[in-house]
């Protein structure tokens, strides 16, 4: 599964000129780790066919573009790489590890331990991000047999780039817990639990409200239900920026509803419909028995 975090319709312009010629360009300068090959490795073989497309396109230099330091930052639970600030670096790391804490803490049962590692690559802005994020998303997680990647950019014209950080995680949790699962689900679910806030390290916020997908809600025609089941990784709906908009909103709130309505009692009606959809109980018939 491979999965772009889509952040808002309306908002995420790149800044393409400064792209120019920077995947040509990469000084991976890493330093302070001993596995540091290995996971050189895996990111040229994640980042590779995109660099060779971005060198193709991008044949003119920008001269006025500085060098990138690449460095990496391991925690407990994540290594991560990236040409972001040290600071910017350690930040993302501390909020991934605080919200690790906290689900950990809320989902008792889930497996957070990983069978391969995650390593976070960490973009200083869009534009640098960009040779490597043909979709223009503000995140990715991408699994893989031997490491997974979540790859986001901490600067995002205004918005709160950590939503991301959380967005990513909650993917890598799904897919490290309950594998293959409906995109409406695992997009809602993600979008749910970005909104996670932490005051003065103690007190939890989940399940705010996201704005702009309530003005879509409000603007867009909603799907109707069987067609937002329906939508697959290959869907015009999960993949064309004029459509995933709506998709999104509708995942987050329908996600949103079951999670916290009638004292959480929905949640486990989903849970009958994932399970029974995934023995490959038809949607209709599943959708009668479960709610
Ligand atoms: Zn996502």
């Known amino acids: 599964m491979s999965c772009p975090a889509f952040y808002g319709h309306r908002s995420i312009a790149a800044n393409s000129a ?34 060779v497309i971005g060198t193709l396109v991008c044949l ?62 960490v973009f200083k ?27 986001l950019s901490t600067k995002l014209g205004g918005q709160n780039p950590y939503r991301i950080i959380y967005h990513e995680f909650v993917h890598l949790l799904v897919d490290n817990n309950l594998g293959n699962v409906p995109p409406w689900f695992n997009e809602g679910l993600a979008e749910y639990y970005s909104t996670f806030e932490i005051e003065e390290d103690r007190k939890v916020h989940l399940g705010e409200l996201i ?25 015009p709906y999960y993949n064309e920026g004029s459509k995933r908009g709506v998709f999104y909103a509708e995942s987050w709130a329908l996600v949103h509803y079951l999670i916290l309505s009638n004292n959480g009692q929905h949640f486990a009606q989903l849970s009958q419909f994932l399970n029974l959809t995934d ?7 599943a959708f009668k028995q479960s709610f």
Do not use: C
């Open 60 to 121: 003119t230099p920008s001269p006025t573009q500085a060098k990138d330091t690449w460095i990496s930052v391991r925690t407990k639970n994540f290594t991560l790489v990236g040409n972001a600030s040290e600071k910017e670096i350690r930040q993302v790391a501390t909020r991934l590890e605080q919200f690790r804490d906290v689900l950990r803490r809320l989902l008792k049962g889930a497996k957070f331990e990983t069978p391969v590692p995650t390593t976070v690559i």
């Open 211 to 235: 704005p702009y997908h309530l003005q879509t809600l409000r603007e867009d025609k909603l799907l109707p239900l069987r067609t937002l089941f329906a939508v697959d990784h290959y869907s």
């Open 18 to 51: 400064g792209a120019k010629s920077h995947a040509a360009r990469l000084d991976f300068n890493l330093r302070r780790s001993h596995k540091m090959t290995h996971i050189l490795f895996n990111l040229r073989k994640l980042l590779f066919p995109i660099l």
């Open 279 to 285: 023995e490959g109980v038809a949607m209709d018939q």
């Open 125 to 151: 802005s869009m534009s640098s991000y960009k040779p490597f994020n043909i979709g223009n998303n503000a995140g990715y997680f991408q699994k893989g047999d031997d490491v997974n990647y979540i790859t």
